[in-house]
């Protein structure tokens, strides 16, 4: 899974953001202006921000509603599948629905797109039945009716599709369209986690990491469902997961390891973990000490707007720190960072 999720860490949106979690360290920083950092997982208001898009976008119907779709979308020209879909090919009706959904090859047409899943979905089809099930949720065409989205999730969800399970989850946990109920969101959530979808296993990590839902805390299990997650390429569980190998959180600590998860998470233009890896090679944590890797690093997580990256960046053109010496490019960052609030930059540019 790419950026596009990445991805990407409320509540399961609301309540999980604020168990999603990040670890600061102690940096160097200009002379005058301290930066200590607590060890402890606590994040600056932007960071925060940042962690609870992404804690959305791992629990949000973008799991099937768009990232699946590159994997689903049809390949054949739409006279092939009109063809077949007049024969009543379900998978072929499944595919007209989503060329017209997409705007594929055709004009972009919801109606079109939601007759063409109807058929479909009445002939048992999951994956249009989930499609039905996001077009009603979402109002596409259609007046919203989450009582509609409910009824073709739970057909697709009994036939196994990991989508509208994850999403029943999601719906049981908040109360959209049905009556909240825990236990039947963890069991939807687990059961689409089984199949593999990692946005599921992203959530049941954090159940368990923080006992949400009813379920008990276990950091032994955490780490195993994120681990699921992340070696799928999901970007805020490989944070996650350096995170706990950095504390030793249900696991031997281990700063080998969370350089190793944070880069995986930091490659794919994840900003908190680009600033702690940062700190890891500033800091010869996990890793050999190598300021000029670390300020490539706070240099990415600055340009995505990480008011911290922003402060440690300027300090570091400020003095010279693994990149030229620049005063100009150091008061430019401390600006940026200052502007978002950032107390460090503020004080450095008051001296």
């Not at 919801?110 to 063409?116: C, D």
């Not at 599709?161 to 039947?184: F, H, I, P, S």
Request: a neutral charge; charged letters at 25%; hydrophobic letters at 40%.
């Amino acid at each position: 899974m790419n950026f596009l999720h990445l991805t990407i860490l409320f509540l399961f949106v609301t309540i999980l953001a604020a168990c999603s979690t990040t670890e600061k360290t102690v940096v160097k920083e200009v002379p005058g202006v301290s930066k200590e950092l607590s060890p402890e997982n606590i994040l600056t208001p932007m960071q925060q921000e940042i962690e609870t898009a992404n804690t959305k976008k791992q629990l949000d119907i973008k799991n099937i509603n768009d990232q699946d779709l590159d994997v689903r979308k049809p390949a054949k020209t739409i006279e092939s599948y009109q063809k077949e879909a007049a024969q009543g090919d379900s998978n072929a009706e499944y595919a007209l629905g989503i060329k017209y959904r997409n705007g594929d090859n055709v004009a972009q047409d919801y109606a079109k797109a939601r007759e063409w899943f109807q058929k479909s979905a009445t002939q048992g089809h999951a994956a249009a039945q989930t499609m039905l099930g996001n077009i009603y949720r979402k109002g596409e065409g259609v007046d919203k009716d989450t009582n509609k989205a409910i009824e073709w999730y739970e057909k697709a969800a009994a036939r196994g599709d990991a989508g509208a399970q994850l999403n029943l989850g999601w719906m049981y946990r908040n109360g959209e369209g049905v009556a909240k109920d825990a236990t039947k969101a963890v069991e939807w959530y687990q059961k689409a986690a089984a199949q593999g979808d990692p946005s599921a296993q992203y959530a049941v990590g954090m159940m368990y990491r923080k006992g949400l839902l009813g379920v008990p805390k276990d950091a032994a299990k955490a780490i195993e469902w994120y681990e699921k997650a992340a070696v799928q390429g999901d970007a805020g569980a490989q944070f996650i997961l350096g995170g706990m190998y950095r504390n030793g959180e249900g696991v031997a600590k281990d700063a080998t390891k969370a350089v190793e998860w944070y880069q995986k998470s930091a490659e794919q233009g994840y900003p908190i973990a680009q600033t702690l890896l940062g700190h890891m090679y500033r800091n010869g944590e996990g890793s050999a000490i190598n300021a000029a890797k670390a300020a490539d690093w706070y240099q990415k997580a600055a340009l995505q707007g990480d008011p911290e990256a922003q402060f440690i960046l300027g300090s570091m053109y400020q003095i010279g720190e693994g990149i030229p010496k620049d005063d100009a490019k150091a008061r430019e960052w401390w600006q940026k960072a200052a502007a978002q609030g950032d107390p460090n930059a503020q004080a450095a540019l008051a001296r």
